[in-house]
């Protein structure tokens, strides 16, 4: 009688400890979903982050974006591989300036190449595929891509080619405060550069910022291809000897 009683016990004891543990088990897996979705929500704040930074652009396509990073980041040489050395011919190169302003906050890639999700996409799958076209090798052997218009620049934003540039978050004041909202502002803004030719004056029909404003390259005063007593800043080039540096 006392075995029986022992057994039955047993019994009842046994299924109330699986219970026990079912409802233990059950406790814990808010904690894992929680610990979980932490670490999901810190990676993607983490990779959002490194995403908007020079290092993303080389670290996931080494090729071949390796020559454009480095002239943001030191500036030592341009894109074709020709050695910077003077301060002035590295602030020549818009990317080096945006990361190296002398007034003003730093300028990441992203903020001027404002990704769309398709554009990335698109581009992802080019480089997966080695679907992309290239210039060939500077010469310091690294692989760069062929030259793309300004144009190119915004298709996918469907936004005007000077709005690359001559946009409310980046180049709308002038040094003296005017607001510069088109290019009759511009025109007007630098007048004072150069007397005879004023770079902005489309007195020969207009051109896109890019013709003169180079970002991974020194900038060049495109009015010295016909005018050569035109003025060229200081570490920019003339037409002709931005020709010769661009060989590879």
Not at 55 to 83: L, R
Not at 178 to 190: C, G, K, S, V, W
Not at 204 to 224: D, F, I, P
């Amino acid at each position: 009688m006392a075995e029986e009683t022992k057994t039955d016990v047993a019994a009842t004891e046994e299924p109330a400890k699986d219970a026990k543990q079912a409802k233990q088990g059950k406790k814990k897996w808010p904690i894992v979903v929680g610990v979980v979705a932490v670490v999901l929500v810190a990676a993607g704040a983490g990779f959002f982050v490194w995403h908007e930074q020079p290092s993303f652009c080389n670290a996931i396509c080494h090729t071949p974006m390796d020559a454009y990073v480095e002239t943001y980041i030191d500036g030592s040489h341009d894109k074709y591989g020709n050695e910077l050395a003077d301060e002035a011919d590295k602030m020549a190169m818009m990317a080096y300036s945006h990361a190296n302003p002398e007034n003003g906050e730093t300028t990441n890639c992203l903020g001027c190449h404002v990704p769309t999700m398709g554009e990335q996409i698109t581009e992802g799958m080019h480089w997966v595929t080695g679907n992309y076209e290239v210039a060939g090798d500077n010469k310091l052997g690294q692989t760069i891509l062929a030259d793309r218009e300004l144009s190119d620049l915004v298709e996918a934003r469907g936004i005007a080619e000077d709005e690359f540039c001559l946009n409310s978050g980046c180049h709308h004041v002038a040094e003296d405060g005017t607001e510069i909202t088109n290019r009759a502002d511009l025109e007007a803004a630098t007048a004072s550069l150069d007397k005879e030719y004023n770079p902005h004056k489309a007195q020969h029909g207009e051109y896109a910022c890019s013709q003169c404003h180079k970002a991974h390259s020194q900038s060049v005063n495109y009015c010295t291809q016909c005018h050569s007593s035109a003025v060229v800043p200081d570490g920019w080039l003339s037409t002709s000897q931005a020709k010769k540096l661009a060989s590879l």
